[in-house]
Nanobody, 119 residues
Framework: QVLLVESGGGLVQAGGSLRLSCAAS????????LGWFRQAPGKEREFVAA????????SYADSVKGRFTISRDNAKNTVYLQMNSLKPEDTAIYYC????????????WGQGTQVTVSS
């Protein structure tokens, strides 16, 4: 298991930007996939973005492509989600998650951070 702690959420106007951080600890990360998910009120949790801890492979939901960027800082054991051109429909609780390369499902989750985009 890996411990994940998110930060960086807040209130922003439409068109603005936020950067979420996810600090990871507890185990070696070289074989991990780190991801961001979000859950809006009354909706199911949905995938936002993911990347391997090593290497440059990334993936994004169609709804955020071109606006959001997932990156990581090895020295800080931190994964980031840079969110630009935010829209009211991006309002949700954002969760950081991790899974090993051998697992199909994300099995380590952070506590979540609220992002609210006003129109």
């Amino acid at each position: 298991q890996v411990l994940l702690v998110e930060s960086g959420g807040g209130l922003v106007q439409a068109g603005g930007s936020l950067r979420l951080s996810c600090a990871a600890s507890g185990r070696s990360f070289s074989r991990l996939i780190l991801g961001w998910f979000r859950q809006a009120p009354g909706k199911e949790r949905e995938f936002v973005a993911a990347r391997s801890w090593t290497g440059g492979t990334t993936s994004y939901a169609d709804s955020v492509k071109g606006r959001f960027t997932i990156s990581r800082d090895n020295a800080k054991n931190t994964v980031y989600l840079q969110m630009n051109s935010l829209k009211p429909e991006d309002t949700a609780i954002y969760y950081c998650a991790a899974r090993s390369l051998m697992n199909a499902d994300f099995n380590s989750w952070g506590q979540g951070t609220q992002v609210t985009v006003s129109s």
